[in-house]
């Protein structure tokens, strides 16, 4: 018990470091953004980087998850499951990036089309360097995906200063993004060109087939948090209303990257438990409690320093953005919960059971975004936002307790033994 104390506690700790570097730096790149481009920016920014990060899970095709999961089982096989990992993602790549690129060119718009185009190379970059960095995850070592991650943004910052300056246009956020994520994933694939054992031999269509689940669990959390910009876009709401919108839920989902450093430090060890057989109900809901508990503490300190908050960093042209805020900083204690609660269905292989939970949720949300936005807009918006992710928490606790008395099939042990 006192190595699986320590392991956390040390994947805890690196995670913790990068966190603060990773959500500080997008804090501060949002904050670049809305100060010098204006609200309309931010809007289209907040928009653009949005899509960007639903289609980076998209063409990561579950394969984070199966990856890290698998490493923790067999660290000798990291190199063949990322190979093998990457072969899968590039056979979707092929079916979703012209359809990405449709997207952008002929539903953008002129407001968004040349920042989401911009965009679509930080999306591939991206996928490639978190596919890396879940194998260093499963061996433990959090180190690299930080180190990987907080090059990325440090180049992505230095561009994205340059361009605000220059006062050049928001399409060349993007450009920022995907230059840092270059920088970013070549740090990590030189690393993992260090690591021995097997490069092949993984079957191919196991991990295809496992990380189905992952990737709608992925796309739907995405879309989860970010249907409610695309829904105010759809109906027209003005760019400058959606930069206030997307100013007021920054912070939000920042302070979200604390449930998920928790997350991801656990998963490795809480995958060795339910292998074990030794990770049941009670151990789910201690879990839940203490997510809801960290997220209700984060809301708190947010809704009270809310107007110091955005008044400091993105200036008195956002005061209505403190109001939104006011609502939307209550998303946390839910959103906390089932991010958390999700590594443990996960561990237990019941994540179609958590895919269905949050299925039916987007498409309730779906439904009340529809309802809500041409009514209210933003003020609907932010409402619906909370209900959305306390509905999920919800079907999420009992699907993690229902878990832990009747985990899933271990199907992928066939993974490893394949690898070697």
């Known amino acids: 018990m006192s190595g699986l104390i320590r392991r956390v506690a040390t994947n805890a700790a690196w995670l913790a470091s990068g966190e603060v570097v990773l959500k500080g730096a997008l804090f501060l790149a949002a904050a670049l953004v809305a100060r010098g481009l204006g609200p309309s920016a931010m809007g289209v920014f907040t928009v653009a980087y949005g899509a960007s990060l639903v289609l980076a899970q998209l063409l ?111 399409w060349v956020v993007g450009l920022a993004f995907s230059l840092g994520a270059l920088a970013g994933s070549g740090y990590v694939l030189a690393q993992l060109a260090r690591l021995g054992g097997p490069r092949g031999g993984v079957a191919e269509a196991i991990l295809r087939r496992q990380g189905l689940p992952f990737l709608g669990l992925a796309v739907v959390g995405q879309l989860l948090m970010r249907v409610d910009t695309f829904a105010l876009a759809f109906f027209g709401v003005a760019a400058e209303a959606i930069g206030h919108y997307g100013a007021a839920t920054t912070p939000v989902w920042g302070l979200l990257g604390v449930a998920q450093l928790l997350a991801v430090s656990i998963y490795p060890s809480v995958s060795r438990a339910a292998g074990d057989g030794t990770l049941g109900p009670r151990h789910a809901l201690l879990v839940g409690v203490a997510a809801w508990g960290l997220g209700a503490a984060l809301a708190a300190a947010l809704w009270v320093a809310r107007d110091a908050l955005v008044a400091a960093v993105f200036g008195p042209a956002y005061a209505e953005a403190g109001e939104v805020l006011a609502v939307v900083a209550w998303v946390l204690p839910p959103a906390c919960g ?61 699907c993690a307790l229902l878990a832990a008395r009747r985990p899933g099939p271990t199907g992928v042990a066939a993974i490893p033994a394949a690898a070697t």
């Open 60 to 170: 990561a095709a579950g394969q984070v998850e199966v990856v890290i999961r698998e490493v923790a089982s067999s660290p000798q096989a990291g190199l063949g499951l990322y190979r093998a990992a990457r072969r899968v993602q590039g056979r979707l790549a092929w079916l979703l990036v012209p359809a990405a690129l449709f997207g952008a060119w002929w539903l953008g718009g002129a407001a968004y089309r040349w920042a989401l185009l911009t965009f679509l190379p930080y999306a591939w970059l991206r996928c490639r360097l978190i596919t890396a960095a879940a194998v260093f995850k499963g061996l433990d070592r959090m180190a690299v995906e930080v180190v990987g991650r907080s090059l990325e943004v440090a180049v992505a910052l230095l561009v994205l200063s340059a361009a605000v300056a220059a006062r050049w246009p928001v």
């Open 338 to 398: 089932s991010m958390v609660l999700g590594v443990v269905v996960a561990a237990l292989h019941r994540q179609s059971w958590a895919l269905a939970c949050q299925f039916g949720a987007l498409v309730g949300a779906v439904a009340a975004y529809l309802y809500a936005v041409p009514r209210w807009a933003l003020t609907g918006c932010a409402w619906t936002l909370v209900a959305v992710h306390w509905a999920t928490f919800v079907a999420t606790f009992v």
